[in-house]
């Protein structure tokens, strides 16, 4: 796992947060202290099955990481595109709920 890493990740890394705080806000939604702690729950959730599934890939000889081009800056990352993706979710199920069936 390398520490250094380009800089071009902190762009990704806050478009996503960036991204999940938009969609949070216009959502506008009661209770949002308990859904913020559910979607954080659902990032670590992620990031663990994404964790278990680089380990297995390496496990498995699928992929390696040798030289170190693994950069510590990508789990924070899947972190907030976990977080992002469940707000896309939510905006895209309140979206339909308004619209109706097709």
Do not use: D
Not at 62 to 76: A, E, F, G, K, Q
């Amino acid at each position: 796992m390398s520490f250094q890493f380009n800089a071009s990740w902190y762009p990704i890394f806050f478009a996503f947060l960036l991204l999940w705080i938009v969609l949070l806000v216009s959502r506008k939604k009661q209770g949002w202290r308990r859904e913020v702690k559910a979607q954080f729950a659902l990032g670590f959730c992620g990031v663990f099955v994404a964790f278990l599934m680089e380990i297995s890939a390496i496990s498995l000889n699928l992929w390696s990481y040798v030289p170190v081009n693994w950069p510590i800056m990508l789990w924070p990352t899947y972190f907030v595109a976990f977080l992002f993706g469940y707000q896309l979710l939510k905006f895209i199920e309140t979206l339909f709920s308004r619209i109706g069936p097709l």
